[in-house]
């Protein structure tokens, strides 16, 4: 079985620049999640689907982050304008349904400088 | 904000000893999940276990819940060199259809050979 994709693997923008990542999903999987995981921290949640469908945002900096799941499958994570504490790991993961194993992805590696 | 707290932050310990770490939590919850991390890698999820359970095992992972006091944890037996990593535990809060995985900072493992 697949895991979760995702691209790119790395990426080095200027502050004020904009970015954008790519997830596709564990085939089948019905919830997505997109994390931030700051060097030496646990993962936090920015944003949940359920399939197309925004669960919770709550920590999603929404005047600069923005994410999509249009055909309830891929999704996109956009950052516009970046700033330099935005620098981390963006892990997007999986799972069945709420209440089971979420699966991540190998996450991609955001530098702002 | 940080529901799940690791203890401790970091452990080394000599290859073929037990590995034992605690997460501790403060709200009820519906799982607890642990995870694995390697450096620059990916979250690998480990165990899940319910709040209506209070122990799990898989291979040489052993994992407890203890609801009373809020807290778990995870026992790494005859542990390996492949071992080290970062592990976290991940309390599931959510209600109405989301998933709040909520991530500790981790315990930083280390094993010796």
């Known amino acids: 079985e697949a895991g979760v994709a995702q691209s790119p693997r790395y990426k080095i923008i200027e502050k004020r620049q904009s970015v954008a990542f790519w997830c596709n999903p564990i085939?089948?999987?019905?919830?997505l999640y997109w994390y931030q995981q700051i060097l030496g921290q646990g993962p936090k949640l920015l944003i949940q689907?359920?399939?197309?469908?925004?669960?919770?945002d709550s920590q999603l900096p929404k005047d600069r982050f923005s994410a999509e799941r249009l055909k309830g499958v891929d999704s996109t994570l956009k950052i516009q304008p970046a700033k330099l504490e935005d620098s981390a790991v963006y892990l997007c993961?999986?799972?069945?349904?709420?209440?089971?194993?979420?699966?991540f992805g190998p996450g991609t590696r955001l530098t702002v400088l | 904000s940080q529901q799940g707290e690791e203890d401790p932050q970091a452990l080394s310990i000599q290859e073929g000893e037990n590995a034992t770490m605690n997460c501790s939590y403060k709200?009820?919850?519906?799982?607890l999940q642990w995870y694995r991390q390697n450096s620059g890698r990916g979250l690998v999820h480990l165990i899940l276990?319910?709040?209506?359970?209070r122990e799990k095992h898989s291979g040489r992972l052993r994992v407890t819940l203890d609801t009373s006091k809020k807290s778990s944890s995870l026992l790494i037996t005859a542990s390996r060199a492949a071992d080290t990593a970062s592990y976290f535990c991940?309390?599931?809060?959510?209600?109405?259809?989301?998933?709040?995985?909520?991530f500790g900072q981790g315990t930083r493992l280390t094993i010796n050979p």
């Open positions: 276990i319910r709040s209506n359970e």
């Open positions: 709200t009820s919850i519906n799982n």
């Open positions: 993961a999986s799972s069945v349904r709420p209440g089971t194993e979420i699966f």
């Open positions: 689907f359920q399939n197309n469908g925004v669960v919770d």
């Open positions: 991940a309390t599931d809060a959510g209600g109405g259809g989301a998933q709040k995985l909520v």
């Open positions: 085939s089948g999987h019905a919830t």
